[in-house]
């Protein structure tokens, strides 16, 4: 049986080749100089042509032997090429992440932990989707995502998702500043179920209104929501209109400015918003998710704790 050419042989072949020696290239390879003759003999019997003229002076390469050794270390590059690739992936430093956000909910968690992440692993292509929670949820069922960091979801939207803790937030009330509230250091819970209040649209935030009935529970009468919106910034838009209140978690005053005035709710000891980051049950995660999970932990600080200080003016 012909022996088959392997890729020691095409190694072998271009040390002999660059060297032009078979004394220099085995010393070169750490190998017995008979055996590299004899593999490199084996070598122009497996392709069927001389690739190397043989002298006592050494060897030179014919015209077939030097394209041949342009072909070999084309292909020697590309295997340490792929080779090196599938290294870095297994360390979590190359490859594709999709991440899924909620802008607002992880505008404290997302941003440090990307540049951390990105300096670590600068050959992953990290690829953001702003996306609602439903639309999170589904997307990480369908495995078109590989993680996202969103508002803890309903048991519903929970189904087949697994999910960590980075951070909880308590609930304030935003308002305009020439509202009466404004001049108030807190505001009572049940003063608000007589204000007109402005909310997520809950078709598509349906962990939000699940949070507004935990933070109303057993009060009357139940809170009047006027208009749901598709975003935050036209939630935004509407209270600072005038149009009504909202309850947001503190994490808002990050991206607000000065746009509305936050005031704490009263009493203490309200339900909180929960920033989780989640995946998919079945399967596992990449390396590269893994890493960059590991960074989200890293910028979330400890699990559980309140995200701010008390809003104060």
Excluded: W
Aim: aromatic share 6%; charged share 25%; hydrophobic share 40%.
């Amino acid at each position: 049986m012909r022996p088959t050419m392997e890729l020691r042989h095409l190694r072998y072949y271009v040390a002999v080749a660059e060297a032009l020696n078979f004394t220099k290239a085995a010393a070169r390879l750490r190998v017995a100089q008979p055996s590299l003759s004899r593999q490199m003999q084996n070598l122009e019997d497996e392709i069927g042509v001389d690739l190397m003229k043989r002298g006592p002076r050494g060897v030179t390469l014919t015209a077939e032997g030097k394209l041949f050794l342009d072909e070999a270390r084309q292909v020697i590059a590309r295997t340490d090429e792929s080779v090196n690739k599938v290294r870095a992936l297994a360390r979590g430093e190359y490859g594709e992440l999709h991440i899924g956000y909620a802008p607002s909910a992880s505008v404290e968690i997302l941003p440090p932990a990307l540049a951390a992440f990105q300096k670590s692993a600068p050959q992953v292509k990290l690829v953001l989707h702003d996306l609602s929670s439903n639309e999170m949820a589904e997307a990480l069922r369908r495995g078109t995502l590989d993680l996202s960091i969103m508002v803890r979801p309903t048991e519903e939207n929970a189904v087949g998702l697994e999910f960590e803790l980075l951070k909880s937030y308590p609930f304030c009330v935003a308002l305009p500043a020439q509202h009466p509230f404004a001049r108030l250091k807190q505001v009572a819970l049940t003063r608000l179920v007589h204000e007109p209040l402005i909310s997520l649209r809950q078709g598509e935030y349906s962990d939000f209104h699940r949070l507004l009935l935990l933070l109303f529970a057993g009060l009357e009468p139940q809170p009047r929501i006027v208009a749901e919106c598709d975003s935050g910034s036209s939630l935004f838009t509407e209270v600072q209109a005038g149009h009504g209140l909202a309850l947001l978690p503190t994490v808002y005053r990050h991206v607000l400015g000065t746009r509305l005035e936050l005031r704490p709710l009263a009493p203490r000891g309200l339900p909180t918003m929960d920033i989780v980051v989640g995946h998919a049950t079945k399967g596992d995660l990449t390396p590269a998710a893994e890493k960059f999970l590991r960074h989200l932990r890293g910028h979330s600080g400890a699990a559980g704790r309140q995200g701010d200080a008390p809003l104060s003016r």
